[in-house]
């Protein structure tokens, strides 16, 4: 069993890539996490090895933040997760490293996830923005 904790800015999509992730489904749904959700999945290796991963679904909002750090003890990876279209949350990643840095063991796995590309490329004033 593997704890997976995404965290980052509110509204970055962390619950979106779960949802795809986890469901295979897409919601257009703007919702807030409140506190932490979790769901499982489970993952079968090519020599049938199964592994089963809790994945963990922080809330980004500013209130929820001192409750959500607490949730990363003891998690084998944490996704930083960012939207692409939003300068301040990518400018906050530093934020939320040094909390998952003050939260989690040595040994915890870091990926940051560059979220939201699809909305760039599809408006093209956010490309000029980028190229910027």
């Not at 993952?43 to 933040?65: P, S």
């Not at 003890?73 to 997760?81: E, S």
């Not at 040094?98 to 063991?105: E, R």
Request: proline share 1%.
């Amino acid at each position: 069993m593997f704890k997976i904790v995404i965290t980052g800015d509110s509204n970055s999509g962390k619950s979106r890539i779960l949802e795809r992730y986890t469901r295979d489904t897409f919601t257009d749904s703007n919702q807030i996490t409140i506190g932490v959700e979790f769901t499982t999945k489970f993952i079968t290796l090519d020599n049938g090895f199964v592994i089963k991963l809790q994945l963990w679904d922080t809330a980004g909002a500013e209130q929820y933040r001192s409750i959500t750090t607490s949730y990363y003890r003891g998690a084998h990876a944490v996704i930083l997760c960012y939207d692409i279209t939003n300068l301040t949350s990518f400018n906050n990643l530093d934020y939320w490293l040094q909390q998952v840095k003050y939260c989690t063991d040595k040994n915890c796995v870091l990926s940051l996830c560059a979220n939201k590309v699809d909305i760039m490329f599809n408006n093209p004033h956010l490309r000029e923005v980028v190229r910027e």
